[in-house]
Nanobody, 122 residues
Framework: QVQLVESGGGLVQPGGSLRLSCTAS????????MRWYRQAPGKERELVAA???????NYADSVKGRFTISTDNAKKTQYLQMNSLKPEDTGVYYC????????????????WGQGTQVTVSS
């Protein structure tokens, strides 16, 4: 089965940095898009950063200039470098991929990681 596993979350003081990673395993032919979402308690899940099959990137306005998404296709891994963290960045961060697997129809499938907690507090 295709599985996405995240790591790198934790507790950090305001102004600090964290790097999240997410690695996919299983029979995967290609990954066509990678994204990071986050969700604070009682709020809707929001898109934080994304990279498409053409290499284009986009970011939520609230994280522009502070967060960077990157990918390593050989390792089937995506990263989110988070700098100058603020308390409002606190939440559960989820990785998301559109991928073509050996188990499916040959069309891209939507897959999610389990989420990792990021807490920014003094």
């Amino acid at each position: 089965q295709v599985q996405l596993v995240e790591s790198g979350g934790g507790l950090v003081q305001p102004g600090g940095s964290l790097r999240l990673s997410c690695t996919a395993s299983g029979y995967i032919f290609s990954i066509v898009a990678m994204r990071w979402y986050r969700q604070a308690p009682g709020k809707e899940r929001e898109l934080v950063a994304a990279v498409g099959r053409g290499g284009t990137t986009n970011y939520a306005d609230s994280v522009k200039g502070r967060f960077t998404i990157s990918t390593d296709n050989a390792k089937k891994t995506q990263y989110l470098q988070m700098n100058s963290l603020k308390p409002e960045d606190t939440g559960v961060y989820y990785c998301n991929m559109d991928l073509v697997s050996g188990y499916g129809s040959g069309s891209p499938e939507d897959r999610w990681g389990q989420g990792t907690q990021v807490t920014v507090s003094s």
